[in-house]
């Protein structure tokens, strides 16, 4: 799956294509796989999305260095299932740091409107130590198209974490980084 990289890496961005059920219930049987209910639907993008079994069974810790740092997006929704797959991975997860973005309209029945936040969950393996300080866990900076992240923080991933550095579901290539799954070109993996 990940012939074409040199692990193993001390510094991983991940960004899963989460896959996203809306508008009803769903159950899960006892192999994992999900039933979903009357009225739920899967969420369509612009990519292929990955169910968060999928996501957890992805071999990271056999490209992470044994000391080594992770920083695994996600959104609210996901934010438990974050701290469960970092753990899986072979990461201690450490804290969630936020993007604020502008706000963007409501929802009915949402007491607190539309999203205006992301997270991206800092986890460390061993004993890496830091670079840098980043100063601080949040940051404001403007929405970008769908699920593009800002630049900005991989500028800060890098003054803070040691290279060398492999980026997971990259969306462009970066200098000085090993990129893997181009515009969210997800495997088929199977969750045991």
């Not at 974050?82 to 753990?87: C, L, M």
Request: glycine residues 12%; charged residues 20%.
């Amino acid at each position: 799956m990940f012939e074409e990289l040199s692990p193993p890496y001390k510094t991983i961005v991940a960004d899963p294509p989460w896959e996203e059920i809306t508008g009803g219930a769903t159950t899960r049987g006892p192999s994992g796989e999900l039933t979903l209910g009357s009225g739920a639907r899967r969420r369509t993008f612009p990519y292929s999305t990955m169910a968060v079994e999928e996501i957890t069974v992805l071999p990271v810790q056999e490209l992470a260095a044994k000391d080594a740092h992770l920083y695994l997006w996600t959104t609210n929704r996901f934010l438990e299932d974050a701290y469960n797959i970092a753990r899986v991975w072979g990461f201690v997860p450490s804290k969630p740091l936020i993007w604020c973005k502008p706000p963007h309209g409501g929802f009915m029945g949402q007491p607190y409107g539309g999203s205006s936040v992301e997270f991206c969950l800092y986890a460390k393996r061993g004993s890496l130590a830091a670079t840098g300080n980043a100063g601080r866990q949040w940051w404001e900076w403007p929405r970008g198209a769908h699920s593009v992240k800002p630049g900005g923080f991989m500028d800060i991933v890098e003054q803070v974490s040691p290279g060398p550095y492999l980026e997971l579901f990259a969306r462009q290539p970066r200098l000085g980084w090993d990129a893997w799954g181009f515009g969210h070109e997800t495997p088929k993996v199977q969750a045991s």
